[in-house]
């Protein structure tokens, strides 16, 4: 819950005309990809800092959960750093979906299981809740890999006057 609540706020921060300016953030997927490229960034260098939780929700099923959580790390580092440079931003996109559908058994193991996490709420309805969050990822994810901005709540038409 805590990256999904960063994510927005690093996208309403990326509307501010200082850093849009700053960042040269043009079109909604660009401020989308720059939120989710530090989200990714953050989490990814979390899988370094403080690898035990992520440790924790690697299934059983899956050998070297150590290893597999330095690797989930790096690929989120550098799905952050490609989705912050408007070169990279679409690719990174594709490679971030792949990643969440990647992870997404270990959401889903966490929930299940029931292990305890240190740091996570311990309630089943966030464990929960966290899996609910992996398609709005995605489409969030999708949204920056399109090629051309599409109307939305966020990034109206716009109407000209004649």
Do not use: C
């Not at 999904?4 to 660009?30: M, P, Q, V, Y």
């Amino acid at each position: 819950m805590f990256v999904f609540l960063l994510l927005g706020i690093l996208f309403l921060i990326s509307r501010i005309e200082l850093i849009s300016h700053t960042f040269r953030l043009k079109h909604l997927r660009d401020h989308a990809g720059w939120a989710m490229g530090i989200m990714f960034f953050f989490t990814g260098f979390m899988h370094f800092v403080k690898p035990e939780p992520f440790v924790l929700m690697v299934p059983s099923y899956i050998p070297w959960p150590d290893e597999m959580v330095a690797l989930s790390g790096v690929a989120e580092l550098i799905i952050g750093l490609g989705l912050m440079i408007a070169r990279y931003r679409r690719i990174a996109a594709y490679a971030a979906i792949a990643l969440l559908i990647a992870v997404l058994p270990a959401n889903i193991y966490a929930a299940q299981s029931g292990v305890e996490i240190p740091d996570y709420p311990s309630e089943s309805w966030y464990r929960w809740f966290r899996v609910a969050l992996q398609p709005l990822l995605i489409a969030w994810a999708l949204m920056i890999a399109q090629k051309k901005d599409r109307p939305s709540f966020l990034n109206p038409p716009v109407h000209s006057s004649q």
